[in-house]
């Protein structure tokens, strides 16, 4: 039971942390269908609910009648392979009878639970795929009778609240589907079998011939399955509709090796609250007083290589999770003032959550309660209207009505935590494929062939853009390479489109071992202009001759996917313009390079469903190269 336990819990924190990519993608849905049960009781004594015979199974089981099945799901899968997590309503119910008693009542358990299942899917054809892993029921009803009567209708003793189970199916696309805008559905059939155990304490007798002490069920199941998707389209509109396929390829002028990054990461200055709970959420790390004498944030610094993306993206998490003892550890070495504003959309939430904060410093890491002033929200000013603007979910407008402001009057409380990584795949080293096609595309795909027999396919792509990584196609001593890109597309009509270009990669000599890497976020700026003050303010303080800088561009989920994307652009070519302008007047030289990932999930810092997800996505890294 301690392994199943395990395994749900570590799965489902990987559906919940993992990314959307440009291979992986959600799907949601639901499962209908009707199933048979054969439950094995083995040796069971059933005399203390008045039925006055035991039940002795010696291996053959009576079948149910058909009983329906249904659920909800959600997976995270590629074309290949992927995990399904599911929520059904599992009615167990069944026959049983004594078979050493000849002619002895049929009895009708009547059994339902809500089951949980995680499973593996493999695509063994395009159409065809199977999956296989374990489920944990909780039982809901429980009640047995005779199958031609009703009069006692009592619950079944010792029961248990919780069983384990297996399951494993197959599963069949069919041509059926549908799609309108950025929704499509398609239909499944699924044929499956779950294996239901651990379902009874038992009770013994002296008399039960050396029978097991089991109670389990299995069922065979045979349904429809429903899949729903809801693709961003980032479509250009610029271009007009065409019959036609075409696409580039932007590569780097050179690939650079793997080096030492410097990486001065954010605090974002705001908690977020829970609706309708004003303690300080889990997610935000507590310690005792004990804890917070030793804490250090140098602790939260282990180098490590940025193509372990997990634990990359684990580190900075952190940071932001360590926040209160962050800041708690800073204002103990600095006489420095912390300005609190709770913000709700009652005035008196807002100085609740705002005191559970101030509470937790003073309290813990023993600051002077002075030093922390509680702001009141002068007209909840700081309450944004997400009201006007569907575009926004409801989920993330309850996160964010609920939620505390810091400030302070000194940049030592709130600066940047410095982490240290090795990079293995430098951001200048992005090839940048854009797809100018139909406006009704479908998705696409793009097979890569290269020296030495290399081939590669990435996809299926919804977007009109995306982004590889150049370091993985030249492997080992291959130092540069010309290669073929083939585009197949397919239009939501089902018309098949295709195109080619080829392009040639090289890898540099330079030794371009360390950079420095900042990020600016725009959370907390009123105006665009001091946003970029700051960004080129921080880049002329570090500016050496001949310093290589990458620009990079990312936007968090709140509006309009494109109009996210033509605002970034447009920042980042004035960002681009300014920092020319001032580096020019210094005499010195210097190359930028702009990189815009706009709501890309597989490049943006933290995922987008996380309101503080949404908040660090939104924002510009500049990377200075050594």
């Known amino acids: 039971m301690n392994f199943i336990y395990t395994f749900f819990s570590s799965v489902l924190c990987l559906l919940i942390y993992l990314p959307v990519s440009a291979q992986f993608s959600y799907t949601y849905g639901t499962d209908f269908g009707f199933g048979i049960n054969a439950i094995g009781v083995g040796y069971q004594d059933l005399t203390s609910i008045g039925l006055a015979t035991n039940f002795a199974n010696k291996g053959k089981s009576e079948i149910s009648n058909p009983l329906m099945y249904t659920g909800g799901f959600v997976s995270y899968s ?21 078979e050493f008693i000849a002619n002895s009542r049929q009895m009708m358990p009547s059994l339902a639970y809500i089951t949980n299942d995680i499973s593996f899917h493999y695509s063994v054809l395009p159409t065809l795929s199977l999956y296989i892993g374990p489920s944990i029921s909780f039982l809901i009803h429980n009640k047995i009778n005779r199958i031609d009567a009703s009069d006692n209708d009592n619950p079944i003793p010792a029961m248990n609240a919780v069983c384990p189970g297996f399951l494993s199916g197959i599963m069949y696309k069919t041509p059926l589907s549908f799609s309108a805008g950025s929704f499509s559905s398609k239909l499944y059939t699924f044929l499956e079998s779950s294996w239901m155990v651990n379902q009874r304490k038992g009770e013994f007798s002296v008399n039960n011939s050396g029978l097991a002490n089991i109670w389990s069920t299995v069922s065979i199941r045979a349904g429809i399955s429903l899949h729903f998707q809801f693709n961003k389209s980032t479509i250009d509109k610029e271009f007009p509709a065409t019959d036609s396929l075409s696409f580039y390829v932007k590569t780097p002028k050179e690939i650079a090796g793997k080096r030492r990054i410097a990486e001065n990461f954010p605090l974002l200055p705001i908690v977020y609250f829970r609706p309708n709970n004003s303690n300080i959420p889990f997610y935000y790390q507590q310690l005792s007083s004990e ?24 580190k900075r998490i952190m940071v932001y999770q360590q926040m209160l003892n962050i800041i708690g550890s800073r204002m103990t070495h600095s006489k420095d003032t912390l300005y609190i504003t709770g913000i709700a959309p009652e005035e008196k939430d807002g100085i609740i959550i705002a005191g559970y904060i101030k509470d937790y410093l003073t309290g813990i890491f023993r600051i002077d309660g002075g030093r922390i002033k509680q702001l009141e929200d002068n007209n909840q000013k700081n309450i944004r209207n997400y009201d006007s ?21 000194s940049s030592s409380l709130l600066k940047p935590v410095l982490l240290h990584f090795e990079s293995v795949d430098p951001p200048e080293n992005e090839i940048e494929i854009r797809v100018y096609s139909p406006s009704d595309l479908s998705s696409w795909t793009m097979q890569l062939q290269g020296p030495d027999e290399f081939m590669k396919n ?19 001593a291959l130092a540069s390479g010309k290669f073929t890109a083939s585009v197949q597309a397919e239009k939501s009509t089902g018309i098949q489109l295709q195109a080619d270009t080829s392009f040639a990669l090289t890898m540099s000599n330079a030794a371009k071992m360390s950079a420095e890497r900042f990020t600016v976020l725009h959370e907390g700026y009123e105006k665009p202009e001091y946003f970029i003050e700051e960004i080129v303010s921080l880049v002329q303080s570090k500016l050496n001759n001949h310093t290589e800088i990458v620009l990079i561009g990312s936007s968090g989920a709140n509006g309009d996917t494109k109009e996210n994307e033509n605002r970034v652009q447009k920042l980042l070519e004035r960002i681009k313009s300014q920092i020319e302008l001032n580096v020019a007047k210094t005499g010195k030289h210097s190359t930028i390079k702009l990189l815009n990932y706009g709501e890309d999930p597989n490049r943006v810092l933290f995922t987008q469903e996380l309101p503080y997800g949404r908040s660090y996505n939104d924002c510009i890294t500049i990377e200075m190269i050594k």
């Open 291 to 314: 804890q917070a004498a030793s804490f250090s944030e140098s602790q939260l610094d282990d180098i490590i290589t940025d193509s372990d993306k997990q634990k990359h993206a684990s």
């Open 458 to 476: 990435i996809g299926p792509f919804s977007t009109q853009k995306t982004f590889i990584n150049a370091t993985s196609l030249l492997n080992g």
């Open 78 to 98: 590629s074309p290949t392979i992927g995990f399904r997590l599911r929520t059904s309503y599992d009615n167990r119910s069944g026959i049983i009878q004594d």
């Open 389 to 409: 603007d569907d575009s926004v979910d409801i989920v993330f407008k309850r996160q964010d009505s609920r939620r505390i402001v810091l400030k302070s009057n």
